[in-house]
T-cell receptor, first 110, second 114 residues
Framework: QKEVEQNSGPLSVPEGAIASLNCTYS??????FFWYRQYSGKSPELIMS????GDKEDGRFTAQLNKASQYVSLLIRDSQPSDSATYLC??????????FGGGTRLMVKP | DAGVIQSPRHEVTEMGQEVTLRCKPI?????LFWYRQTMMRGLELLIY????????DSGMPEDRFSAKMPNASFSTLKIQPSEPRDSAVYFC????????????FGSGTRLTVV
């Protein structure tokens, strides 16, 4: 079974710090990787995608991919209380389907 | 585009009643997914349609659950009869190319079965 694993948290960081969220996946042929943010009571919202090894930056967010280690991470710089949410890692394995991790709850404390 | 539209937003029903959840995908998206989310189990894929055809329904819990997609702009998820353990948030998502763009989720339907 193809799996995507995340630490459920909560991950607590002080405001202004860097939050590091991690995800591992089991299927070596995975091609694309996504991070979704889900606020309490809301639906998941796509915030980052990454396809190639290395880093991809978008504002305060950086996604990192290491296919050899089957590892993808999301860094949030200058964390704000408004970043407090659950972050879901999703991996495309084949065709038009994503496999989601269980999510990591992030708490940014003022 | 209005995004993926789900209705109703909230549904409270009594055990044994039939429940129908509705979804309108984004125009031009040819794949539609129904998910269920609970605190205990996270996001669970129930069923996946491609070009209105069910491709993978292995996540449908049991025969009480059924889903249809009669056309490219409408899908339903029906639970009959409903049970308290069906209480969850049900999300519909659509995609044109998940490999490149991932999914877009609707706002969800919060179902409570009492």
């Amino acid at each position: 079974q193809k799996e995507v694993e995340q630490n459920s948290g909560p991950l607590s960081v002080p405001e202004g710090a860097i939050a590091s969220l991690n995800c591992t996946y089991s299927d070596r042929v995975s091609q694309s990787f996504f991070w979704y943010r889900q606020y309490s009571g809301k639906s998941p919202e796509l915030i980052m995608s990454i396809y190639s090894n290395g880093d991809k930056e978008d504002g305060r967010f950086t996604a990192q991919l290491n296919k050899a280690s089957q590892y993808v991470s999301l860094l949030i710089r200058d964390s704000q209380p408004s970043d407090s949410a659950t972050y879901l890692c999703a991996v495309n394995n084949a065709g038009n389907m994503l496999t989601f991790g269980g999510g990591t709850r992030l708490m940014v404390k003022p | 585009d209005a995004g993926v539209i789900q209705s109703p937003r909230h549904e409270v029903t009594e055990m044994g009643q039939e429940v129908t959840l509705r979804c309108k995908p984004i125009s031009g998206h040819n794949s539609l997914f129904w998910y269920r989310q609970t605190m205990m189990r996270g996001l669970e894929l129930l069923i996946y349609f491609n070009n209105n055809v069910p491709i993978d329904d292995s996540g449908m819990p049991e025969d009480r659950f059924s889903a249809k997609m009669p056309n490219a702009s409408f899908s339903t998820l029906k639970i009959q009869p409903s049970e308290p353990r069906d209480s969850a948030v049900y999300f519909c998502a659509s995609s044109s190319d998940a490999l490149s763009y991932g999914y877009t989720f609707g706002s969800g339907t919060r179902l409570t079965v009492v």
